[in-house]
């Protein structure tokens, strides 16, 4: 299949363990193809004109978009991937969608055609939001991505600046737990609880301060999830972009643009004031990043200057990154435990008799120890990756050419014994996508994942309220950038493993 256009890829890897028939094999790739007016450019000759997939009959105008009414994408994609096929033709208004049902064309796509794919395309929400193409996430390949993801790779996120937050995490992971046993029994709402941990984490590794942006800057990072959850009109017709004006849609995400410029011009310029900036062989004394990315812009040494936009742009990527995803893996693991309560048990048994073993504490280098726990983690990010679309743009002209037994079950022993990570190597496991485009902060969210899971199963016993049943506890997923619980998660707390006291 060749397109001399421009090619936007969407990786589906929610899509990679949903139940199908035997020839799908493990994963789903949406291929989106935006074509101009004239659709494809001919590669073959005009008597062989090049062959497009099948796919399911169109409507005028909206072409498929019929199809997945009243449906979450992923799972309409499934549906009409098992009626037409391994390789199936979508037109979403006037966007083609080729869904590509394979782990080898996800292999060919992501590892051996990595350079074709590593573009973004530019959607309406990056360019406000995500101060695009100034960030990491959304930023064109080239010389300028290259030179961010080195920096954030060697100087935001490396391993051992990572580690040097490991206080924060515990601070703030121990301050949930303390909030969690003074509930007196009544039901805990774990959605606004996880996230509010994410946030502190963040904003303490971000600002180097525990309370003071807070209540200014998450009020608008959830704002900006919310804006950006979803396409815009100017995204999938790309010739009627007026309607968005005339909805408020653009109006809306400048409006938030400028709130976001504001408050970080205002904690950008606290910063700039103080002498916490270092250089040179001192840089890992730095606490915060946005003093991190103040020193790099001041970097006479980079091939391409950073700006101020790089630095808002990183900061809301940090946000935007490493909030939503780390609580909704959290919240996902509680929900699937609440579901399997035998699985709960055992996890439980592990981190408490571990926990026995060091006067009732669990620190992050027992992590490595809990190995039924990092099986469940695994498990939840299988069945719900925190991210079920991840958007690729084809840069140029080119070709590109099993399944999960009980697939919607959570069984995290389906692990056990398999060298299989989510770093992408796997390509029929892709919770955080692979290739040059890999989200760089794993690392980063998987440590307070882990550390938060732990904490939780080892202080509580864990009911649902109002006598529910855990087979009755909804389960539906909403679609927005992420992939939470479309419903609140609310459980009943009783303390079972007492807590540190607060020093």
């Not at 096929?85 to 080729?98: A, H, K, T």
């Not at 292999?107 to 959607?123: D, H």
């Not at 079920?388 to 999960?404: D, I, N, S």
């Amino acid at each position: 299949m060749r397109q001399r256009e421009v090619l936007l890829l969407w990786i589906s890897v929610e899509l990679l363990q949903l139940p199908s028939i035997p020839i799908l094999v493990l994963s789903f790739l949406f291929l989106l193809l935006l074509i101009k007016k004239r659709g494809f450019t001919r590669c073959g000759s005009e008597s062989h004109p090049p062959r497009r997939p099948p796919g399911p009959w169109n409507l005028p105008f909206v072409g498929c978009m019929h199809h997945l009414v009243g449906q979450l994408p992923f799972r309409a994609f499934r549906e009409l991937a098992r009626k037409h096929g391994p390789l199936m033709l979508l037109r979403l208004g006037q966007v083609d969608v080729v869904v590509v049902s394979s782990r080898e064309a996800a292999e060919e796509i992501l590892k051996n055609q990595s350079v074709t794919f590593a573009a973004r395309p530019e959607l309406l929400a990056t360019k406000f939001v995500f101060y695009g193409p100034n960030d990491i996430v959304w930023s064109p390949y080239g010389p300028y991505w290259r030179q961010l993801r080195k920096l954030c790779s060697v100087e935001l996120l490396s391993a051992r600046r990572i580690r040097s937050f490991s206080s924060i995490r515990t601070e703030e992971t121990l301050d949930l737990m303390r909030d969690i046993a003074w509930s007196g029994g009544t039901p805990v709402n774990l959605t606004e609880k996880l996230f509010g941990l994410s946030n502190a984490v963040v904003c303490r590794a971000a600002f180097g301060k525990r309370r003071e942006h807070r209540e200014r800057f998450v009020p608008l990072i959830k704002n900006a999830l919310v804006l950006s959850g979803g396409f815009g009109v100017a995204d999938m017709f790309p010739s009627l972009k007026f309607i968005d004006i005339l909805s408020g849609a653009n109006f809306r995400l400048r409006r938030l643009r400028r709130q976001l410029d504001e408050t970080l011009g205002d904690i950008i310029k606290e910063h700039e004031g103080k002498a916490s900036a270092v250089s040179g062989d001192k840089a890992d004394k730095v606490d915060n990043l946005v003093d991190v990315l103040l020193r790099l812009k001041d970097d006479p040494q980079l091939e391409v200057p950073l700006t101020m936009e790089t630095v808002k742009g990183v900061i809301v990527d940090m946000f935007m990154a490493g909030t939503e995803t780390s609580s909704t893996v959290v919240e996902w693991a509680m929900s699937e435990l609440m579901r399997n309560p035998e699985i709960m048990e055992r996890a439980q048994k592990e981190v408490r008799e571990l926990a026995a073993q060091r006067r009732n504490r669990v620190e992050e280098s027992d992590i490595s120890e809990l190995h039924y726990m990092k099986l469940i983690i695994n498990e939840t990010l299988r069945l719900h990756p925190p991210a079920a679309l991840l958007p690729r743009l084809c840069r140029e002209t080119c070709e590109v050419m099993g399944y999960w037994d009980d697939a919607e079950s959570f069984k995290p022993e389906r692990f056990r014994g398999r060298a299989m990570d989510f770093k992408g190597v796997d390509f029929e496991y892709l919770p955080f996508g692979a290739g040059r485009r890999i989200c760089p902060g794993i690392g980063f969210g998987m440590a307070t994942v882990e550390l938060a899971l732990a904490h939780l199963l080892l202080h509580f016993d864990w009911e649902l309220p109002h006598g529910m049943r855990p087979e009755e506890l909804d389960m539906c997923e909403t679609m927005a950038l992420i992939a939470p619980r479309k419903t609140e998660l609310k459980l009943i707390a009783t303390v079972r493993v007492p807590l540190p006291v607060a020093t």
